[in-house]
């Protein structure tokens, strides 16, 4: 049974069209997570939602926002993609921040900038 | 400048074989997670530890956190090729709302 949940699991977008991925989770978890992994690097984390209050990394430009309206869902917008933005980008949960948990994470959306 | 540093980055062996992959880090970590992630899919987490010196077993894989818990080591035995993927070791700093810090990658290939 899938708990964190990502669609599309692939998406291909024109240079400078805006694109958002989605994340849901059944899991209930407090945070969400997104991560930007390019190949065969590690995954990078862009930004984090504790319930709604929301914590962005330093180096994350500012073309990449996120929304999450309810605790199920957390939404990745890139506003106007560049080939360098060509990434798995997977969505991660866990219960709480600053402890052991493990984090759960989707099996990724591959975007493709044409 | 990469926080937690993996070795080796690329390994290839043979079923059967043994192999050790190494998290190391000039900074100390509240604690260690080890995850496995294969193509197309997410990562999988495959332990937590959390004190120094702390070594952990899962069936054929060996963890062990350094007692300065600046490092980490992962020991496989008897290799098989469902083994195969892409390791990352993810450190917690500090305690509090903290993210994850994931180290380099060790991308593993077990031939049969």
């Known amino acids: 049974d899938a708990m964190v949940i990502q669609n599309p699991r692939y998406q291909v977008t024109q240079f400078g069209k805006p694109v958002t991925l989605s994340c849901s989770q059944t899991?209930?978890?407090?945070?969400m997570y997104w991560y930007q992994q390019k190949s065969s690097q590690a995954p990078k984390l862009l930004f984090h939602?504790?319930?709604?209050?929301?914590?962005n990394e330093a180096d994350t430009p500012d073309n990449f926002q996120s929304r999450r309206p309810n605790t199920s869902f957390c939404f990745l917008d890139i506003r106007s993609p560049g080939l360098g933005d060509a990434a798995m980008y997977l969505c991660?949960?866990?219960?709480?921040?600053?402890?052991?948990?493990?984090?759960?994470f989707g099996d990724g959306t591959r975007l493709s900038i044409l | 400048t990469q926080l937690l540093e993996q070795s080796p980055q690329f390994l290839s062996i043979q079923e059967g074989e043994n192999l050790t992959v190494y998290c190391n880090s000039s900074?100390?970590?509240?604690?260690l997670q080890w995850y496995r992630q294969e193509p197309g899919e997410g990562p999988v987490l495959l332990v937590t530890?959390?004190?120094?010196?702390e070594v952990k077993k899962l069936k054929r894989l060996t963890f062990q956190f350094g007692d300065a818990r600046k490092d980490s080591s992962l020991h496989i035995t008897a290799a098989q090729t469902g083994d195969t993927g892409l390791y990352l070791c993810?450190?917690?700093?500090?305690?509090?709302?903290?993210?994850?810090?994931f180290g380099s990658g060790t991308r593993l290939q077990v031939q049969p």
């Open positions: 991660a949960t866990s219960r709480v921040e600053g402890s052991n948990q493990p984090q759960h």
């Open positions: 899991l209930n978890h407090n945070v």
């Open positions: 900074s100390v970590f509240s604690s």
């Open positions: 939602y504790y319930d709604k209050d929301f914590n």
């Open positions: 993810a450190g917690r700093m500090g305690t509090g709302r903290r993210a994850l810090t």
């Open positions: 530890v959390v004190t120094g010196g």
